[in-house]
């Protein structure tokens, strides 16, 4: 069903009330904004399927209810994009959340599989992608169009049906809750300016007063974008950025030795990006940012994580978990070092797998050896 006009909007919110699961997808264009611009929403309840045209609707607020009803699962595939669209259009985050991107890594499937795949896989059904790339902003719209659109949440509701039922004849249905729930953190989609140089490529190169310049700008480069509503990139680049800093350019002419620079910015905004250079460069040095990268005093651990990666893998292929899934380089680095906090190797489901085994491996208090071709775990004496 097309949804254009609020009447119509209005009777299905009233209807879906009545489901136990509302599939939720999005369409948008934002290559030429900052914010992404929905043109069309796409869901699915135990009985129908819809796409709703927001350029025809007065008010996607009468949805709230729905998203917000704990009795209903939303259900999101990839769902990151789709739930910053929709904190932003409406104000809200929908509770619960199942997203079956997330779920199909503890089923054995491969880290971040499609949909088209997984729909493949647990459906039996080839989908047609022809319409990934259309222009979904334009009007009327194709019946490809319409039927991609709705083949995107019309299969959800099975995909869910079937990976609950796996999860829990696992004992795994509850192991996801708490990554479903941090899906519903207003603090995952909310723009911290402050910390956006972090994400900057190549910003590696700096060093700590550098990182303290590079903060200043990206800071007011996310500001701008967000005001003009354009891509960051068409204010400066992320290498430009870091290029600038790394010069410590303190003057426009300085400053206009990064190439492309002189034909980005005016001369109002280059005053304005020379002066935050300084501001980070003469800040105090206790302000300056940390560098994420490991520090040269840190030891070497490429023997450590050769015996972890191994026993994850182990444990990763016995449990039908994708590797990724799992563990992370990052966690398992920080892990072989000693750290323990704010890890999440370290909680939950995956400390009861191999976190708590890999802090035994690095006590000592397991060995790992070749068995017929195979990894063998042993208790150690001590």
Same mark, same amino acid.
């Given at each position: 069903?097309?949804?254009?006009?609020?009447?119509?909007?209005?009777?299905?919110?009233?209807?879906?009330?009545?489901?136990?699961?509302?599939?939720?997808?999005?369409?948008?264009? &934002?290559?030429?904004?900052?914010?992404?611009?929905?043109?069309?929403?796409?869901?699915?309840?135990?009985?129908?399927?819809?796409?709703?045209?927001?350029?025809? =609707?007065?008010?996607?607020?009468?949805?709230?209810?729905?998203?917000?009803?704990?009795?209903?699962?939303?259900?999101?595939?990839?769902? /990151?994009?789709?739930?910053?669209?929709?904190?932003?259009?409406?104000?809200?985050?929908?509770?619960?959340?199942?997203?079956?991107?997330?779920?199909?890594?503890?089923?054995?499937?491969?880290?971040?599989?499609?949909?088209?795949?997984?729909?493949?896989?647990?459906?039996?059904?080839?989908?047609?992608?022809?319409?990934?790339?259309?222009?979904?902003?334009?009007?009327?719209?194709?019946?490809?169009?319409?039927?991609?659109?709705?083949?995107?949440?019309?299969?959800?509701?099975?995909?869910?049906?079937?990976?609950?039922?796996?999860?829990?004849?696992?004992?795994?249905?509850?192991?996801?809750?708490?990554?479903?729930?941090?899906?519903?953190?207003?603090?995952?989609?909310?723009?911290?300016?402050?910390?956006?140089? &972090?994400?900057?490529?190549? =910003?590696?190169?700096?060093?700590?007063?550098?990182?303290?310049?590079?903060?200043?700008?990206?800071?007011? &480069?996310?500001?701008?974008?967000?005001?003009?509503? =354009?891509? &960051?990139?068409?204010?400066?680049?992320?290498?430009?950025? =870091?290029?600038?800093?790394?010069?410590?350019?303190?003057?426009?002419?300085?400053?206009?030795?990064?190439?492309?620079?002189?034909?980005?910015? /005016?001369?109002?905004?280059?005053?304005?990006?020379?002066?935050?250079?300084?501001?980070?460069?003469?800040?105090?040095?206790?302000?300056?940012?940390?560098?994420?990268?490991? *520090?040269?005093?840190?030891?070497?651990?490429?023997?450590?994580?050769?015996?972890?990666?191994?026993?994850?893998?182990?444990?990763?292929?016995?449990? /039908?978990?994708?590797?990724?899934?799992?563990?992370?380089?990052?966690?398992?680095?920080?892990?072989?070092?000693?750290?323990?906090? /704010?890890?999440?190797?370290?909680?939950?489901?995956?400390?009861?797998?191999?976190?708590?085994?890999?802090?035994?491996?690095?006590?000592?208090?397991?060995?790992? *050896?070749?068995?017929?071709?195979?990894?063998?775990?042993?208790?150690?004496?001590?």
């Amino acid at each position: 069903m097309y949804i254009a006009n609020q009447d119509e909007l209005d009777s299905f919110a009233a209807r879906a009330k009545q489901s136990s699961v509302l599939a939720i997808d999005t369409e948008f264009l &934002r290559e030429k904004t900052y914010y992404a611009r929905l043109c069309l929403l796409q869901m699915a309840t135990d009985d129908e399927t819809v796409i709703v045209d927001p350029f025809e =609707v007065d008010d996607l607020s009468v949805l709230a209810p729905l998203l917000e009803d704990e009795s209903i699962v939303k259900l999101f595939h990839a769902g /990151g994009q789709d739930l910053e669209i929709l904190y932003r259009e409406m104000g809200i985050l929908p509770k619960p959340i199942f997203d079956t991107q997330i779920a199909a890594a503890l089923l054995g499937h491969t880290q971040q599989i499609g949909y088209a795949a997984l729909v493949y896989s647990e459906c039996g059904v080839q989908l047609k992608k022809i319409d990934s790339f259309t222009d979904w902003s334009r009007r009327p719209l194709s019946q490809s169009q319409l039927s991609y659109a709705a083949e995107d949440v019309i299969y959800l509701p099975k995909l869910y049906a079937s990976m609950h039922a796996a999860l829990e004849e696992k004992g795994r249905l509850h192991w996801l809750d708490q990554d479903f729930e941090a899906l519903s953190d207003p603090s995952r989609y909310e723009v911290n300016e402050r910390e956006r140089y &972090r994400r900057l490529k190549r =910003v590696s190169q700096l060093s700590r007063k550098q990182l303290s310049a590079a903060r200043e700008v990206a800071s007011w &480069r996310e500001v701008e974008a967000q005001r003009r509503d =354009v891509p &960051r990139k068409w204010i400066v680049t992320d290498e430009q950025i =870091v290029e600038a800093c790394k010069r410590e350019a303190r003057t426009i002419d300085e400053l206009f030795m990064v190439r492309g620079l002189s034909d980005r910015l /005016g001369t109002k905004d280059a005053r304005s990006v020379v002066a935050l250079i300084a501001k980070g460069l003469d800040a105090p040095k206790e302000t300056w940012p940390e560098t994420d990268r490991t *520090s040269k005093n840190e030891r070497n651990v490429d023997a450590e994580l050769d015996l972890m990666t191994a026993l994850v893998r182990l444990r990763a292929k016995e449990n /039908g978990v994708a590797f990724p899934t799992l563990a992370s380089h990052d966690d398992l680095a920080r892990v072989a070092r000693g750290y323990t906090d /704010g890890i999440d190797l370290l909680r939950g489901w995956r400390r009861a797998l191999v976190g708590k085994e890999l802090l035994d491996l690095l006590a000592g208090n397991i060995a790992l *050896s070749l068995e017929k071709g195979g990894l063998k775990v042993t208790k150690t004496s001590q």
